[in-house]
């Protein structure tokens, strides 16, 4: 069974950082599988946040370009979304996603909240 297990969520101050984990487990691990994360605030729709596809492709939302940074391990089964100068509004509860074998496959969920 494919599960997908999120880490690293926290309660920050604006302008600070953090580092989201997400492992794999369940599956060989293979670069071509794209992966993502994304978001949701209270009263909003699912967002995508930041993508990574084959060949380490990424793609993300002009809200985050140039401020978060998808990653991945491989050998780890493992991707991250490093987030930099968070913003208010960049509080949601962060998922991640794994497309396999034409499967859509999310994480929990982990909570991110920058406040003062």
């Known amino acids: 069974q494919i599960e997908l297990v999120e880490s690293g969520g926290g309660l920050v101050q604006p302008g600070g950082s953090l580092r989201l984990s997400c492992k794999v487990s369940g599956t060989i691990f293979c670069s071509i599988y794209p992966m993502g994360w994304y978001r949701q605030a209270p009263g909003k729709q699912r967002e995508l946040v930041a993508s990574?596809?084959?060949?380490?492709?990424?793609n993300y939302a002009d809200s985050v370009k140039g401020r978060f940074t998808i990653s991945r391990d491989n050998g780890k089964k493992m991707v991250y979304l490093q987030l930099n100068s968070l913003k208010v509004e960049d509080t949601a509860v962060y998922y991640c996603?794994?497309?396999?074998?034409?499967?859509?496959?999310w994480g929990q969920g982990t909570q991110v909240t920058v406040s003062s």
């Open positions: 990574i596809a084959r060949g380490e492709s990424t």
């Open positions: 996603h794994a497309r396999i074998r034409d499967l859509d496959y």
